[in-house]
């Protein structure tokens, strides 16, 4: 396994790959056909350029290996009880040798040195007949997408290493971490170039200036209860969170998609309520495409070449818990239960009836219910979304109810029932914090998002926090459950599962890669500051 080090020098070694030839948004070559120093020329080479950035495999190991098992397996959404590795994740003794917390580390530092390439090419190396206006879009692209990253890294690890220029790492290769405070402020002075330079509208899946503020407003929520700890957070960051998810959702001109089951299938790729999906496309390799449904599909039944499904991430008991008994429509589209029939999965065979309870979303069928001949094990078509309107809604109740109890606030209420509606839920008058957190757990489960949230708990009330990890275990919510259809009763397993150390504040930090502290020691000092 690569370590931090040799990832981002791997990274050197390639200038930015896109064919000039090449139209579509998702024809994306490799990353080693062509030098920056013929490239850059026009605007159409940077926009191939950034277009590079949202796919490939600096994200597929990320989309695998860090999405799901941190964002949804740790925060007790989805339950695992075999693979070494996995066990871990679920029963809080994650070591620095987990494989997991390797891959996802080096996946985000691809990440971020690509766009620092792209970044820094663009900077030194555009033709001066490029239009200094698609220069500056074409940098908000890479700097959103770089933002992400860093975004994600100090939610899961917390302090980590600053790098704007991959080319420094020659000369000084051993680096400090850095505050977790400044790599937020990192995050927050890139998202905020980025939503000052991009457009308001642009071509299909495309970032534009409601991506970032949409993700402004999300990165201030979380720092709004850095350093608090003592229940309160911050208002100054939650006035700016309001006021960028608050223009989103006030002056974007955006709306809701209007299914939620429909969401997530393939032929709505992209739709308006996506503001940020990586761009997957068909017939790639191994590692370097979409192959969540692979790894976590209940089956490989309804898989491509019926081949796949051998992680197969169980819903859990206390997820199925949260589902309101109107809540059928999130429900079905989220995760399966013995019996619940789906007409669009397998439909050569008439359908699929499932079994057992299993995952659904991001299950989208085979090549031929995709109309897709070249979609394989590795490669889904399905263009999973990061950041979704839906997501900023409820980042603009939260931001309003801020440090009180309950709101009644009417845009509050706006917002946060527009995502029940859409749902089939009934509205409600007033919101609280853990209604907060429940409905952003039911809308967005399988999206990466519960982990994330917990952690921006953990900060302002680490109290409550480390409790509300616990209570999942007080009361066997983290395991899985069968479901009977005919008495529509789900029974929680009783099999005897891996012992689960009780939480504490330390569990909502991630540790540095073994292989990246070996590689460089100084990872292992106390952060520094980067400003």
Same mark, same amino acid.
């Given at each position: 396994?690569?370590?931090?080090?040799?990832?981002?020098?791997?990274?050197?070694?390639?200038?930015?790959?896109?064919?000039?030839? $090449?139209?579509?948004?998702?024809?994306?070559?490799?990353?080693?056909?062509?030098?920056?120093?013929?490239?850059y020329k026009?605007?159409?080479?940077?926009?191939?350029?950034?277009?590079?950035?949202?796919?490939?495999?600096?994200?597929?190991?990320?989309?695998?290996?860090?999405?799901?098992?941190?964002?949804?397996?740790l925060?007790?959404?989805?339950?695992?009880?075999?693979?070494?590795?996995?066990?871990?994740?679920?029963?809080?003794?994650?070591?620095?040798?987990?494989?997991?917390?390797?891959?996802?580390?080096?996946?985000?530092?691809?990440?971020?040195?690509?766009?620092?390439?792209?970044i820094?090419?663009?900077?030194?190396?555009?033709?001066a007949?490029?239009?200094?206006?698609?220069?500056n879009?074409?940098?908000?692209?890479?700097?959103?997408?770089?933002?992400?990253?860093?975004?994600?890294?100090?939610?899961?690890?917390?302090?980590?290493?600053?790098?704007?220029?991959?080319?420094?790492?020659?000369?000084?290769?051993?680096?400090n971490?850095?505050?977790?405070?400044?790599?937020?402020?990192?995050?927050?002075?890139?998202?905020?170039?980025?939503?000052?330079?991009?457009? $308001?509208?642009?071509?299909?899946?495309?970032?534009?200036?409601?991506?970032?503020?949409?993700?402004?407003? #999300?990165?201030?929520?979380?720092m709004?209860?850095?350093?608090?700890s003592?229940?309160?957070?911050?208002?100054?960051?939650?006035?700016?969170?309001?006021?960028?998810?608050?223009?989103?959702?006030?002056?974007?001109?955006?709306?809701?998609?209007?299914?939620?089951?429909?969401?997530?299938?393939?032929?709505?790729?992209?739709?308006?309520?996506?503001?940020?999906?990586?761009?997957?496309?068909?017939?790639?390799?191994?590692?370097?495409?979409?192959?969540?449904?692979?790894?976590?599909a209940?089956?490989?039944?309804?898989?491509?070449?019926?081949?796949?499904?051998?992680?197969?991430?169980?819903?859990?008991?206390?997820?199925?818990?949260?589902y309101?008994? $109107?809540?059928?429509?999130?429900?079905?589209?989220?995760?399966?239960?013995?019996?619940?029939?789906?007409?669009?999965?397998?439909?050569?065979?008439g359908?699929?009836?499932?079994?057992g309870?299993?995952? $659904?979303?991001?299950?989208?069928?085979?090549?031929?219910?995709?109309?897709?001949?070249?979609?394989?094990?590795?490669?889904?078509?399905?263009?999973?979304?990061?950041?979704?309107?839906?997501?900023?809604?409820?980042?603009?109740?939260?931001?309003?109810?801020?440090?009180?109890?309950?709101?009644?606030?009417a845009?509050?209420?706006?917002?946060?029932?527009?995502?029940?509606?859409?749902?089939?839920?009934?509205?409600?008058?007033?919101?609280?914090?853990?209604?907060?957190?429940?409905?952003?757990?039911?809308?967005?489960?399988?999206?990466?998002?519960?982990?994330?949230?917990?952690?921006?708990?953990s900060?302002?009330?680490?109290?409550?926090?480390?409790?509300?990890?616990?209570?999942?275990?007080?009361?066997?919510?983290?395991?899985?459950?069968?479901?009977?259809p005919?008495? #529509?009763?789900?029974?929680?397993?009783t099999?005897?599962?891996?012992s689960?150390?009780?939480?504490?504040?330390?569990?909502?930090?991630?540790?540095?890669?073994?292989?990246?502290?070996?590689?460089?020691?100084?990872?292992?000092?106390?952060?520094?500051?980067?400003?």
């Amino acid at each position: 396994m690569k370590s931090f080090n040799k990832t981002i020098t791997t990274i050197l070694l390639f200038a930015v790959a896109i064919a000039g030839c $090449k139209k579509s948004f998702l024809d994306r070559p490799s990353n080693s056909q062509i030098s920056s120093n013929n490239f850059y020329k026009s605007t159409s080479d940077l926009r191939l350029a950034t277009a590079s950035l949202y796919a490939g495999a600096q994200w597929s190991r990320w989309n695998r290996s860090g999405m799901m098992p941190f964002g949804d397996v740790l925060a007790g959404t989805g339950s695992f009880a075999y693979s070494q590795d996995l066990v871990q994740l679920f029963t809080r003794t994650i070591t620095a040798q987990n494989t997991y917390v390797s891959e996802a580390w080096i996946s985000l530092y691809n990440v971020i040195g690509q766009c620092n390439t792209v970044i820094n090419a663009i900077k030194e190396q555009a033709d001066a007949s490029i239009p200094q206006a698609d220069k500056n879009a074409a940098i908000a692209e890479a700097k959103f997408i770089r933002a992400m990253a860093y975004y994600y890294l100090a939610i899961y690890y917390g302090a980590v290493p600053i790098i704007e220029d991959n080319r420094k790492l020659i000369d000084n290769p051993l680096l400090n971490r850095n505050i977790m405070s400044d790599v937020y402020k990192f995050a927050t002075n890139d998202l905020t170039y980025a939503a000052q330079y991009l457009p $308001k509208t642009d071509q299909k899946g495309r970032l534009t200036t409601w991506s970032a503020q949409g993700m402004l407003g #999300k990165v201030y929520l979380t720092m709004a209860g850095v350093g608090k700890s003592g229940g309160m957070r911050s208002q100054s960051l939650l006035d700016s969170a309001k006021k960028y998810a608050g223009n989103v959702c006030k002056n974007s001109g955006l709306t809701l998609f209007p299914s939620y089951y429909e969401l997530f299938k393939a032929q709505n790729n992209d739709s308006p309520e996506s503001l940020f999906a990586l761009q997957w496309t068909a017939g790639v390799g191994y590692a370097t495409g979409n192959d969540l449904q692979t790894w976590y599909a209940p089956t490989g039944e309804v898989l491509p070449q019926k081949t796949g499904g051998w992680q197969s991430l169980a819903p859990t008991y206390d997820l199925y818990r949260m589902y309101s008994p $109107k809540d059928t429509v999130r429900r079905k589209a989220t995760i399966m239960l013995n019996g619940d029939f789906y007409p669009e999965l397998n439909q050569a065979a008439g359908g699929y009836k499932a079994t057992g309870t299993g995952m $659904k979303k991001h299950i989208i069928g085979n090549e031929k219910d995709n109309n897709a001949p070249t979609m394989g094990s590795w490669s889904s078509i399905e263009h999973n979304s990061l950041l979704r309107l839906a997501d900023v809604y409820l980042v603009y109740a939260e931001a309003i109810l801020g440090n009180n109890t309950s709101t009644s606030d009417a845009d509050a209420l706006l917002y946060f029932n527009k995502v029940r509606t859409r749902a089939g839920v009934d509205p409600v008058t007033s919101i609280n914090p853990t209604m907060l957190r429940v409905e952003r757990r039911v809308e967005l489960a399988y999206e990466g998002q519960y982990w994330i949230d917990l952690v921006r708990f953990s900060y302002y009330d680490p109290t409550s926090a480390v409790k509300w990890l616990n209570d999942q275990d007080a009361t066997h919510g983290r395991i899985g459950f069968t479901y009977d259809p005919v008495t #529509k009763i789900a029974t929680r397993d009783t099999t005897a599962l891996p012992s689960t150390l009780p939480a504490t504040i330390s569990s909502f930090t991630l540790p540095i890669p073994a292989s990246e502290m070996t590689s460089s020691p100084k990872l292992a000092e106390p952060p520094v500051p980067y400003y």
